[in-house]
């Protein structure tokens, strides 16, 4: 049977169902008590000991932890491991990430551990590794894992602390409470958590920060469509006031480097809405444990280190951790370990067919509607109708002049908002003969959804095709992903191609970085 993690990239925890967590988990805590015990043989098993399996370390950010963590799981497997000196590659020649990693990829490496300031990389290596594989005639494409992507996710990271929660709760998995304290806005490790926690079956999230380091909206609705119970608080001291505090604390340290000017210059004060102090530490409850994906300020530890030596501390278990679960995922992605996986596997398919360009029956309104631009009648054209439906006049007006532009409907004829209903609509006439052929209604319903196509021929409506919300809005150059920090940014010249898939709320989120937009803003 096919090893379904094999050659597998993990960019984002949701990666892994929770079916494939767990197994990784399960494996996690055989490899611990086979090394706990010395059972040399078992813990021979997890190994992929071959010399020649390439692991790549590509670290565009500083990192102790997980870069070391991992060159340590890779000594365990025996294999080849090679580090990027980033800092003196040729990224400073402004080589794009889809060459050099193709070229590393030459020389036999199979897998990628990734850390970059730049949101979505992974995704983007995940594409462009495939197409390389095709090139190079290669059976498996080369796998690419998240190491920390900017503010956007930390999926190996959220795999130790799973593991580690796990463990604290003696592998229960029927509730969990948990308060994530500090940088929740910039904090990728607390972003991960989100789709992560979902192994536990009834989740209660504290967030506690300051408004200026709360929790993205976006992240605050993922916990919430999940099912999670969701409460808010500004400082340790407010939430400690409003009673009914959690039994375990996962602290993320005030990320400086991700800051703009304003909120650095403000760190002192609000460092101290969420530092653990003494006087607070009798209003916990007995057993309670900090965790903390590290690093700690030296200076400004939001965990005192007096803490170190009390039950409270669980960042150190939760650290060693780190190795365990990367050498579980590496042996699950070099197809080592994981054949004997039966559960269910996600991916998310973003090819979703679907039709999003319905014709009207015009037998009804072929007598009766004609459109007439101002006073002239229309004998021949387009008339696309229903625009922007529901929104204010200005931002209806806006909106045709994207419509326009994006379809090059230039000539003559014009553009009407009207009233429909309570609200506002946008019309746009266009006499003549103009041809729109499919790709052009295809990016109409792109820049347009919801509105109507009526082709007129003789003064009548010959034909009538509405247009609802398509999937996915990919394949145009007008369109791009605003996070300036996403891999697909046009800033960036990766050479991205901007592509989104629709939620659930009719927005369209980013492939990569996984930001959410309007149909609008995808156009802006
Ligand atoms: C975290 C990271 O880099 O996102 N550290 C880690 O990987 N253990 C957290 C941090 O930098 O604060």
Redesign the pocket.
Known sequence: MKNRYQGRSLAVIDDLSREERMYLFMKSRELKEALKEEALEVVDRFRINNPDFGIYEVFLED?T??RESFRNAAQFHGVKLGTLHAASSSFNKKESYADTFDNLCGYDNMIFIVRSKLEGVCRWLEKSGREYARRMGLEIPPAFINA?DGKHE?PT?ELLDELTILEDNKWDTSTLHLALVGDLYH???VHSKADGLTIFDKVTIDLVAPPELAMPDAYIKKMKAHGYKVRIFSSIDDYIKAGDVAGKWYF??P?LERMGEKIRARQDELRGAITAREDQLPQLSDGTVFYH???RNKQYPTIPTFLDNTPFNGWERQSANGRIVRIILLGLIAGTIGADFTGKVVRKDNNIEEDFIHEVEITGIRSGKRYSEGVQPINEGYVIDHICKGDTPGEIRDHMTVVNRVLKLTGRGGEWVSRSGDGYKGIIFRPGDLVLDDKMIKKLAAVAPGCTLNHIKKGQVERKLRLTTPPRIYGFKEISCKNPDCISHPEHSEGVPADFERMGDDTFRCVYCETSHTFKKVWG
């Open positions: 990192s932890r997980t920390g930390h990271q904090g990728r490790t993320t340290r990320q994906p590290l690093p």
